[in-house]
């Protein structure tokens, strides 16, 4: 497994984001995906995740309503759309897939611990 994001940046509060996993190495039907977030001196958080090819979307409480996450398939791509940026939102965000092919119904949760294969990060500063 894969995984390289990109479109972080700098954007003033207010702006809009899209980040993009391109992933390669497995089956997007059988994996479990999400974003996750890190500030300085803070613990990994998830933002957004689906836990199982039919999952609802989960998404943290204050990214709800601001932000998307979604998949190409055909791309082999994942994304997060973040608008209505706010200071607080700045951090090194990660994608991450977790195989769950042998799971059944089991929707794995939006948890850092969770999660087996990471990309390396792509920074997000938002300027207040």
């Known amino acids: 497994v894969q995984l390289v994001e990109s479109g972080g940046g700098l954007v003033q509060a207010g702006g809009s984001l899209r980040l993009s996993c391109a992933a390669s190495?497995?089956?997007?039907?059988?994996?479990?995906i999400g974003w996750f977030r890190q500030a300085p001196g803070k613990e990994r958080e998830g933002v957004s995740c689906?836990?199982?090819?039919?999952?609802?979307?989960y998404y943290e409480d204050s990214v709800k309503g601001r932000f998307t996450i979604s998949s190409n398939k055909a791309k082999s791509t994942m994304y997060l759309q973040m608008n209505r940026l706010k200071a607080e939102d700045t951090a090194a965000y990660f994608c991450?897939?977790?195989?769950?092919?042998?799971?059944?119904?089991?929707?794995?949760?939006?948890?850092?611990?969770?999660?087996?294969?990471w990309g390396q990060g792509t920074q997000v500063v938002v300027s207040s």
């Open positions: 991450a897939v977790q195989d769950r092919s042998e799971f059944g119904d089991y929707e794995v949760p939006c948890e850092a611990t969770e999660f087996d294969s």
């Open positions: 689906i836990g199982s090819s039919d999952a609802t979307p």
């Open positions: 190495g497995f089956t997007f039907d059988d994996y479990a």
